[in-house]
């Protein structure tokens, strides 16, 4: 596979330095790499006119003029790309606020440098690879295939179960969410009877419920608390 690498930043000393351990990163794997570099946020957002343009971006906070908290809200509010990774490069900690509903996969302290990096592509490789994997129903005699990554969550309904995909539309075949849930990798969790969902698209966490991405607010029930909320953890513990 080769991924697709952004970096959005106005120090071009500082670009260089991310670039040359974006590459090093790649070395020896078989993924390869292409890296593109803007140095205005307004560059960012033109470029990023649609989804898919790169899986991986880092982004500098404070940009002149566009900010990359504006272009982080560019690409989860307007394009709706909830797949690109973000990594926010800043020597400020001050925007944890701001930054959290852009669902950033990590925040990198220009202060302590760039040894991070690393770390954060092996992870996000890995990752890549989980979310990549296929999914398979059938209806109507007929074998589907889907993404992991594509499935915001699952919802039964009477007989029926509705697959409601991050783009929006849906899907729906005879069966039951506790045979579904077999298939599902640990980033999916059971939170009732009626919802199986995909942790990554959560946008709010309540103590009893959860709201999804698509503003679906979607109950816990209690005997599926712990089993969630552990699921929970390890899944974000593993995002940081």
Request: proline share 1%.
């Amino acid at each position: 596979m080769r991924y697709r690498i952004g970096i959005c930043e106005d120090d071009r000393i500082i670009c260089k330095e991310i670039e040359k351990k974006i590459h090093s990163c790649f070395r020896g794997r078989k993924e390869s790499v292409s890296v593109i570099v803007w140095n205005t946020g307004e560059d960012c957002i033109a470029a990023l006119s649609e989804k898919g343009v790169v899986n991986i971006l880092f982004l500098d906070i404070e940009l002149p003029g566009c900010s990359g908290v504006n272009v982080g809200n560019h690409i989860r509010k307007e394009i709706k790309d909830r797949n690109m990774y973000i990594i926010y490069v800043s020597q400020y900690t001050k925007y944890a606020m701001e930054l959290f509903e852009t669902q950033p996969y990590y925040f990198i302290d220009k202060s302590k440098g760039f040894s991070k990096i690393k770390e954060i592509i092996d992870d996000l490789i890995t990752l890549d690879m989980e979310d990549s994997q296929n999914y398979m129903y059938a209806s109507s005699g007929i074998i589907y295939k889907l993404m992991f990554r594509d499935i915001m969550y699952l919802e039964s309904d009477k007989k029926y179960i509705k697959i409601i995909l991050e783009d929006g539309t849906e899907r729906r075949f005879i069966g039951t969410l506790k045979n579904e849930m077999k298939k599902l990798s640990d980033m999916f969790a059971a939170a009732g009877q009626s919802y199986i969902v995909n942790l990554k698209y959560i946008e709010k966490f309540y103590p009893d419920k959860v709201v999804m991405m698509n503003g679906q607010c979607i109950n816990i029930g209690r005997k599926y608390k712990l089993e969630f909320y552990e699921r929970n953890r390890k899944f974000t513990d593993y995002m940081k």
